[in-house]
Every structure is written in structure tokens, then in C-alpha cells.
């Protein structure tokens, strides 16, 4: 059974950081792409960041760019996001995901989804 377990959320100051964690299981990931969303309330989830497993090409939201970066931990299974200088409009659930393909696009090119962890930025 496949598995993306988020953790790392929290409260956070503005300006401060967090740095969030995505353990996945079931299966090997050295294929997948990985990424991050998010969503507010009210609001629909957003693309926030990819990473190609196999090149470790990234692709960010232009509002991330700069603040957040994504990573690739030791363990291949494993990716993480770390998030600097966080604005209150960065508070979110956050959800890591993995595609089978190299560049999805869509919703629907996701594969897996985790249960996301909470992202709140205290103004």
C-alpha cells in the first residue's frame, strides 16, 4: 500500500522558516516525480513545487521562488521542502504528492497524495 506521510507543520512567525518532510512507502520512488501543494481555506489546492527524481529538475510557483526549496533526502524515498522568510499568505495545508510521469501538468497526472500537514504564519 502506497503511503505519503507529511510532516513539519507548524506556527511560524512571518519571516521565519519551516522545513517540511514527505516519507513515502509501498513502493520505490526513484522514478517519480515528487511535489508539493498547498490550500487555504476557501480556496482551490495550488501547485507549489516539483522535483524530477531521476535528474532532480525543479520547478517552482513564481511566488515560492527564491523563499522555498525542495530537496531530495538520503533516503531515496524521501523529499523535503524548506520555506524561509514565510509570509501569512504561505499558511496552508500542505500536501506532498508523486507522479509516475516527468512533467505533470494536471491534477489528474498525480498519482499519490498525502494527508497534508498544516502551515500557519502568524502575522
Known amino acids: 500500500q502506497v503511503q505519503l506521510v507529511e510532516s513539519g507543520g507548524g506556527a511560524v512567525q512571518a519571516g521565519g522558516s519551516l522545513r517540511l518532510s514527505c516519507a513515502a512507502s509501498g513502493r520505490t520512488f526513484s522514478t517519480y516525480t515528487m511535489g508539493w501543494f498547498r490550500q487555504s481555506p476557501g480556496k482551490e489546492r495550488e501547485f507549489v513545487v516539483a522535483?524530477?527524481?531521476?535528474?532532480?529538475?525543479?520547478r517552482y510557483e513564481d511566488s515560492v521562488k527564491g523563499r522555498f526549496t525542495i530537496s531530495r533526502g538520503d533516503a531515496v524515498n524521501t523529499v523535503y521542502l524548506q520555506m524561509n522568510d514565510l509570509k501569512p499568505e504561505d499558511g496552508a495545508i500542505y500536501y506532498c504528492?508523486?507522479?509516475?510521469?516527468?512533467?505533470?501538468?494536471?491534477?489528474?497526472?498525480?498519482?499519490?497524495w498525502g494527508q497534508g500537514t498544516q502551515v500557519t504564519v502568524l502575522s
Open positions: 522535483i524530477s527524481w531521476r535528474r532532480g529538475e525543479t
Open positions: 504528492a508523486a507522479a509516475a510521469i516527468a512533467v505533470p501538468r494536471l491534477d489528474a497526472d498525480w498519482d499519490f
